[in-house]
């Protein structure tokens, strides 16, 4: 089956430094990538869609340059928390949609729980 | 715009009980329907799906039906297990940005 692959698990960084994610498909090509954030006890709030060899598209109130995201290949999507703040801390979700014809399902990482101190 | 409405937990069970986990969902069109079950400390796996109106989505005993006239997609299983603790959301795409909208996620619980 279809499998995406989200590192690291775990991070702690200090406050004012970057943090990247990295989201991989590893069985299939994803065109689609989305990224969620997680708050304790609380559902997923979309962050952003990203697009291969595009801009993403950002939801509304996400800061874009705060929340940077790449999507350089058809398997590969990274988030990278800029200047983060303890208030970033949270888990980090991301997801690969599959193409049509391919199940057009999504798949989940395993998620990032990412600690500013 | 798009959006989906679970019911309130915790929710607290005994093994073999049985379960309902209300979900509604407002949407223009005609939305794909998921259930994700999501693990402690894990992301998020796909328990079932449907795709059109009256289809039914099954896996691992539970099951749920969509339901276009009264724009429900419950979960049902039979007998539960405490296996099944975990935070069950219900969600939708949109169909058109491709994106899932979830609803806020309800947590179980089951006790030997």
């Known amino acids: 089956g279809a499998v995406v692959s989200q590192h690291p698990s775990r991070v702690i960084c200090k406050s004012g430094t970057s943090v990247k994610i990295e989201c991989r498909s590893l069985d299939f090509q994803a065109t689609t990538m989305f990224w969620y954030r997680q708050f304790p006890k609380q559902s997923l709030m979309l962050m952003a869609t990203s697009n291969e060899g595009s801009k993403a598209t950002y939801e509304q109130g996400v800061e874009k340059d705060k929340f940077l995201i790449n999507h350089a290949s058809l398997t590969l999507s990274t988030l990278t928390v800029t200047s983060a703040h303890p208030e970033d801390s949270s888990f980090y979700i991301c997801?690969?949609?599959?193409?049509?014809?391919?199940?057009?399902?999504?798949?989940f990482g395993s998620g990032t729980r990412l600690t500013v101190v | 715009g798009d959006s989906v409405t679970q019911m309130e937990g915790p929710v607290t069970l005994s093994e073999e009980a049985f379960l309902t986990i209300n979900c509604t969902y407002t949407a223009t069109g005609y939305p794909s329907l998921f259930w994700y079950v999501q693990y402690p400390g894990e992301g998020l796996q796909l328990l079932l799906k449907?795709?059109?109106?009256?289809d039914k989505g099954s896996n691992k005993g539970f099951e749920a039906t969509y339901r276009k006239e009264t724009t429900s997609f419950h979960l049902e299983k039979g007998s539960v297990q405490v296996s099944d603790s975990a935070v069950y959301f219900c969600a939708l795409s949109d169909n058109q940005g491709g994106k899932l909208i979830f609803g806020q996620g309800t947590e179980l619980s089951v006790k030997p």
């Open positions: 449907a795709t059109k109106a009256d």
């Open positions: 997801s690969a949609r599959q193409p049509p014809g391919q199940g057009d399902g999504y798949t």
